[in-house]
């Protein structure tokens, strides 16, 4: 979509109404968004404020794993977890699902996607099983999300994708070959190379970054954008467990990759698996959490050393918040997450999954 057409939708959907255009505001202003499980049994989609307080909730088909905000309009794209085939589009004012999103046959969603910064388009991470590659599926939101192409990931398994403030994004593709009649299991192990690719929004490779092959077993799985456009990104170990193997690491476009607090003990206690990773708001520090290690270690992006270690049940949502981190578990916690102490916020009946999105 050229820039012209995409300001004649924003200024289109300005005139369509005498009113002002929906937004988050009208939600009394959410601060986070996370997937769980009620007490009935049902699969949710829910908005928090920063007291943990629940402004909606929204019944999703199935077990959701990470969401996308619309940058203005109240909508939330909710996508199941891999290797669903559904995302949703939510009015978070009314309830109603405005568009129900499905691949072309032959793919499924991995369980994340981003806007353009401009709103008009969105994209998501998608796994071309067939032909065991990764895809960028392209929606536009001008046409009630309907599918208007799509272009390489620029590797396999394509899992998390932000935006950078330059409006190109990063993807990080774990690297890992899948196939819907086998479930989950991991088909490549022997060749396996994840990485990370820079694409502008047309889909162009700008860059890609690779690890060495000590860590080729290193799964790059979820990504948190500094202010600065610093990627951190979160891993998970592929190989034995029991080895004091980084699980993050930090790269800035045209410079070399980062791992960090590579000699670190503590990483042992992760069990090989980075759950979400999220910077505080000032990009000086880093939080990785572990639903399989019970732990949430803060880290300093400039020395790259860990600096607490906090030991938290099922934990593995985490989002920044005015002050450190807001973080949720699968026990029903929302956690208050500080440079030196977790703090309980609140108490929920809910089992929250993978991710808290701070909008």
Not at 121 to 149: C, K, P
Not at 174 to 192: C, F, Q, V, W
Not at 239 to 258: E, S, Y
Request: with cysteine.
């Amino acid at each position: 979509m050229a820039k012209s057409s995409r300001r004649s939708f924003l200024a289109g959907l300005v005139a369509a109404s005498a009113w002002p255009l929906p937004s988050w505001a009208d939600l009394g202003s959410p601060a986070f968004l996370s997937a769980g499980r009620a007490p009935s049994g049902q699969d949710m989609v829910a908005g928090l404020d920063l007291q943990g307080n629940r402004l909606f909730q929204q019944v999703l088909p199935g077990r959701g794993h990470a969401f996308c905000a619309h940058p203005r309009l109240p909508h939330v794209i909710a996508f199941a977890r891999r290797p669903g085939r559904f995302a949703h589009v939510l009015d978070c004012r009314t309830g109603k699902t405005l568009a129900q999103l499905q691949p072309p046959d032959g793919y499924h969603f991995y369980g994340h996607g981003c806007f353009s910064t401009d709103g008009t388009r969105l994209f998501t991470t998608e796994n071309d099983y067939e032909n065991a590659r990764g895809v960028i599926g392209v929606w536009s939101v001008q046409d009630t999300y309907q599918r208007i192409g799509s272009f390489s990931s620029g590797g396999i398994g394509p899992h998390d994708m932000a935006g950078l403030p330059d409006g190109s994004f990063v993807v990080a593709n774990g690297g890992i070959e899948t196939h819907p009649d086998t479930g989950r299991s991991k088909l490549n192990l022997a060749t396996m190379q994840s990485n990370l690719s820079y694409l502008s929004e047309e889909g162009v490779l700008q860059d890609q970054i690779t690890l060495s092959n000590d860590f080729r077993l290193n799964s790059i799985r979820h990504l948190a954008i500094a202010p600065d456009g610093t990627v951190a990104f979160a891993m998970q170990w592929q190989g034995d467990i029991g080895l004091d193997l980084p699980l993050a690491g930090l790269h800035k476009f045209g410079t070399p990759v980062r791992l960090l607090a590579e000699d670190d003990i503590r990483w042992r206690e992760m069990k090989g698996y980075g759950g979400s990773i999220a910077f505080d708001h000032g990009g000086t520090h880093l939080a990785i959490t572990s639903p399989r290690g019970n732990r949430l270690l803060v880290l300093d992006t400039a020395s790259g050393s860990i600096q607490v270690e906090h030991v938290l049940s099922d934990v593995c949502g985490v989002a920044p918040q005015a002050q450190g981190w807001c973080a949720t578990s699968g026990t029903g916690q929302i956690l208050t997450i500080g440079a030196a102490q977790a703090t309980l916020l609140k108490q929920t009946q809910f089992q929250w999954d993978n991710h808290l999105v701070a909008l």
